[in-house]
C-alpha cells in the first residue's frame, strides 16, 4: 500500500517499507523498539509509515556502514550528539583496544544464525564455512554452534553478498588483505626500530611498543580505514584501465605457456 501522492506525502504499510528501505520487517521493528525510529501513526488497525521514516532507515544504513553503534546512532539521529564530529572522533581511540578487538567475535546459536542470516539461510552456512567467515562449534552433548572469528568481516562478506558478490570471492579478498597489511605492519615496526627519534632511538623492544599497544591500533585502525576508502575510490575510477592490464597479462601468460609448450616440442 504505497499512496500514489508526491514523494513527501507518500505512505507506507511495514512490507512497503521493508522493501524501499531493503531491510527486514524484524529490523524496522527493532528500531522502533529501541528508539531509533519514530513509531507510525495507526489508521484503524493498519501502522502507517511516510517518507520521514524511509528516509530515516536510510540515514541509519549510512551511520552503520561506518561503523557507528546503534546507541550512537540515535543520539545523532535526535540532535544528542554533534553531527560534525568525525566517525573516528564519535568510536574513540578505545575502537581498536584490546577489548574491542574481542567482541569482534562472536558464537552465534542456531536461532541467532538463521535471524542474521535472513532468508539467505541455511543456504548460505556452507559457503560461509567454506570461506573462513565461520566455524562449527559442536561440544559433546550441546546444541550445534557457529563461530564468527572476525565479525566485521562476516557483516562485510554479507552485504556484499546482497549485492552479487559471491562468499568465495569476498572470502578470498579478505585473506589478501589480512596477508597485505601483516606484511605492511611488519614493515612499519621495522621501521620504527630503525628510526632514531625521540622514543625509541633506533634501540626499541617489544615490550617498549607493547606499552604503546593501544595507541599504535587505534592510530592505525583510523589511517588504514581512511587510505583503504580512498584507494577503493580510486581504483573502481579506473575499472576500465585495471581491466585491460588484466587482459595484458592473461593474454601474455597465454602466450609464454604456448610458447614453452612448442619449444617443448620441437
Known amino acids: 500500500m504505497k499512496a500514489t501522492t508526491p514523494s513527501a506525502m507518500a505512505e507506507y504499510s511495514l512490507v512497503d517499507l521493508a522493501n524501499a528501505a531493503n531491510l527486514p520487517t524484524r529490523t524496522i521493528r527493532y528500531y522502533q523498539a529501541v528508539g531509533l525510529l519514530p513509531r507510525p501513526r495507526r489508521r484503524g488497525k493498519q501502522a502507517i509509515y511516510t517518507e520521514e521514516h524511509l528516509q530515516r532507515l536510510k540515514a541509519i544504513a ?4 561506518q561503523g557507528l ?12 550528539v554533534e553531527t560534525s ?37 541455511p543456504e548460505l552456512v556452507s559457503d560461509l564455512v567454506k570461506a573462513g567467515y565461520l566455524e562449527i562449534r559442536a561440544d559433546m552433548g550441546q546444541p550445534r554452534a557457529w563461530y564468527a572469528p572476525n565479525l566485521p568481516q562476516l557483516r562485510g562478506a554479507l552485504e556484499l553478498a546482497k ?16 596477508k597485505r597489511l ?5 614493515e612499519f615496526v621495522e621501521m620504527w626500530i630503525s628510526e632514531a627519534g625521540n622514543l625509541y632511538a633506533g634501540e626499541a623492544t617489544r615490550e617498549e611498543f607493547e606499552l ?53 616440442t620441437d
Open 62 to 65: 549510512r551511520l552503520r556502514e
Open 69 to 80: 553503534r546503534l546507541e550512537t546512532i540515535r543520539k545523532m539521529l535526535d540532535g544528542q
Open 85 to 121: 564530529r568525525t566517525v573516528v572522533e564519535l568510536l574513540g581511540p578505545g575502537m581498536a583496544s584490546s577489548a574491542w578487538l574481542e567482541t569482534s567475535a562472536r558464537t552465534f546459536t542456531e536461532g541467532e544464525l538463521a535471524e542474521l542470516l535472513g532468508d539467505d539461510y
Open 163 to 178: 549485492y552479487g558478490t559471491d562468499i568465495a570471492l569476498s572470502g578470498r579478498a579478505a585473506d589478501l588483505l589480512r
Open 182 to 186: 601483516r606484511r605492511l605492519a611488519e
Open 212 to 264: 604503546n599497544l593501544e595507541l599504535f591500533r587505534s592510530v592505525a585502525w583510523q589511517s588504514a580505514a581512511y587510505v583503504m576508502a580512498q584507494e577503493m575510490e580510486s581504483a573502481i575510477a579506473k575499472t576500465d584501465e585495471i581491466g585491460e592490464r588484466r587482459k595484458s597479462r592473461r593474454s601474455g601468460t597465454s602466450s609464454s605457456a604456448k610458447g614453452a609448450k612448442n619449444g617443448a
